[in-house]
Structure formats: C-alpha cells, structure tokens
C-alpha cells in the first residue's frame, strides 16, 4: 500500500471518529465540558441611607448579565455607616477588601486617602481622571420637627429654626411650658444620632459649629474651644438617649414618635421617604425646614486603587457606576 493511500485511510478513519462522538454525544442529551469563565466580583460597601437603592440596582444589575472581556460581573453590596468603615480602612481592618466605597460624604473618602497616602506614598482614591470619584446621589440635612412643636417654636423664635434656638429650647428649665407648649410634652428632645459612632450625629455637630461661629468652614481649634465645647454640652443635654436612635433616627422616629424626640436635623431623603409613614402612624406629620447653613451628602462611588484588585475589577467597578448613573436607575433613588 502506497503511503498516499495510507494518508487517505487515515484521515477517513479519524472523520468517521469525529461524526461517531457527535452522534453519541447527541444521543445521551450531553454537550461536551466547557469551562465556565470566572466571574469579576465588584464588592461595594456602602452607606446606610442608599444602601436600598444600590442593592436594589446591584440586582437588576445581576439579573441582566452584565459581562467585560467575556466575563460575567457579579456586584453585591455590603451597608455599612460611613464612620465604621472610615475605622476599619485606617486600621485596615477592611476583610475582604471592597473594590469599591459609597461613603456618605467624600470628607470621609478625603480623611482615608490622606491616610493610605502617607503609609503608601501614593493616592488610593482618585479625584481626577477616569476612576475618579463621583456622586450617585444627592441629600441634605434639614429640620424635621412635629408640627404642633414646630408652632409653639416659631411664636418663641421666629420663622427659622436656628441651632441656637434648639438650644435654648433644650436648656430651658421650665420645659415646653416655659416655651408655651403643652406640660405634657415635657422637656424638649433633640434627635441627634451618637456623632461618635454615626456620619448624621457628627455632622450635626459641624452644622451646629458653623452657625455658632457663623461661617462655612470649621478648624478644629474651633471645635475645641472650651466656651463653644459648653454650648454644645447644653444642646446635646436634650438628647433623650444616643444608643436609641442608632443609626436609623428617622425610622426610629417613626416608629416611636413623640417618645423618640420632638425634633432634629436629620437627612431630607430619610424623613421624605417615611413621611407618609409617620403621618399614617401618628395625628400629625412632621414639619420640614431648611437651616441657613446646608450640610450636603453627595455619596460618592469610590473606586479602590490600590494593587489588591486587578485592572478588570476596577473597569468591572466602573461598569457599575455608569449604571447607577443612568436616569432610568436613577429614579430608583427618586423612588426611595
């Protein structure tokens, strides 16, 4: 037999192989392995007023199959109060490491960078460029007060609520009668969250500071000064009980009403999305009303930079965050 005709046999020996094991395959209903290609993880650990809405994204997220470079993203969402994970990324406590932070202000992501960059050398959050911290919502801090507190207060002090109306509310000694409320009422009761252990309670202590002093931008030679550190004293005399509130005050607030408190600075989303819940649980809503100097939470998507996660989990990250921008998601938030 010629080498040719060797050549021949063999190539139709090895056709009739491969049509044999696709016919097989067929008949036992099995396609043959493939392998499934890994998925990027983008873990998002997040502030608790949006955590709801970037969750409920994260799922539709999901659900879509989203996919880069032929891999599937998987984003899940981990909430957590804006001061406990500032805690955790300084004592780099932070386990596993998220790829991506939604704090509730970006002084906090401003305050944690500074910190990496003086043990790295180097900025691990970005403020320019394609990585660069963004926005994904918008909120504000206002007074939420009863209506029937938020009368007697304007006879007593004018149209706007100041902090240092609350104040002298809070320290005076003859209660709401003494303001011309009801003796029923009691004492005045300031909602504020503990400023140690919540992003609102400290920021309500920097609004309070910059109506004190009267100005936008507080040192902490301000902060400290004993005359300022005994008004804030006298203010914060009238919270009822700091471990109470927790770190859901206008929930809380809800659900207890008057026994909570008679009012607070607290964030406008928080009291617009239980507000229909409070007038249903309560005889009478809340009152929202806007200070002179505004506190502002803008939320921003903080992408890690550092060399614990590959370049395609930071562009699977960014993935995400150009979903949540869109408008459609968006007014998921509105929704909230």
């Known amino acids: 037999m010629t080498k040719t005709r060797l ?11 491969i049509v044999a094991v696709s016919y097989f395959t067929q008949r036992s209903g099995r396609l043959p392995l493939t392998t499934k290609p890994e998925a990027l993880s983008v873990r998002i650990v997040c502030a608790l007023p949006v955590e709801p809405f970037v969750t409920e994204a994260a799922k539709k997220f999901n659900a879509e199959k989203h996919t880069l470079e032929g891999r599937p993203i998987e984003v899940s969402v981990i909430p ?49 460029g394609e990585y660069r911290t963004r926005p994904i919502a918008t909120s504000l801090f206002c007074w939420g007060i009863w209506q029937s507190r938020d009368e007697v207060l304007r006879k007593k002090y004018g149209d706007e609520i100041t902090w240092q109306a609350i104040h002298d509310a809070a320290a005076a000694k003859g209660g709401w009668p003494e303001l011309g409320g009801k003796a029923e009422w009691g004492y005045f009761k300031l909602v504020v969250p503990n400023p140690r ?23 902490v030679a301000d902060v400290t000064n004993p005359t300022f550190q005994a008004w804030l004293k006298e203010l914060m005399g009238a919270v009822t009980d700091f471990s109470s509130l927790g770190s859901y005050s206008v929930e809380n607030l809800a659900l207890f009403g008057y026994s909570m ?18 007038r249903t649980r309560w005889v009478e809503p809340m009152v929202i ?34 979903y949540l921008l869109k408008p459609d998601v968006q007014r998921l938030a509105i929704a909230r």
Do not use: H
């Open 80 to 128: 957590m109060d804006g001061l406990v994970a500032m805690g955790r990324w300084e004592r780099e406590e932070m386990d596993p490491l998220p790829t991506v932070w939604i704090p509730d202000s970006r002084y906090l992501v401003e305050l944690v960078n500074a910190t990496y960059k003086e043990k790295r050398g180097r900025d691990i959050f970005l403020t320019g």
């Open 261 to 278: 408190g008679d009012g607070g600075q607290l964030l406008e989303s928080d009291l617009l999305v239980n507000m229909a819940g409070i």
């Open 197 to 219: 252990k919540n992003v609102g309670g400290l920021m309500s202590m920097v609004a309070a500071a910059g109506e004190y002093y009267q100005k936008t931008r507080i040192s």
């Open 289 to 322: 009303r806007y200070p002179k100097y505004i506190t502002w939470f803008d939320f921003p998507y903080t992408i890690w930079m550092g060399e614990e996660t590959s370049a395609l989990e930071k562009n699977a990250a960014l993935e995400f965050e150009r």
């Open 7 to 17: 050549v021949f046999f063999a190539l139709i020996i090895i056709a009739l192989g």
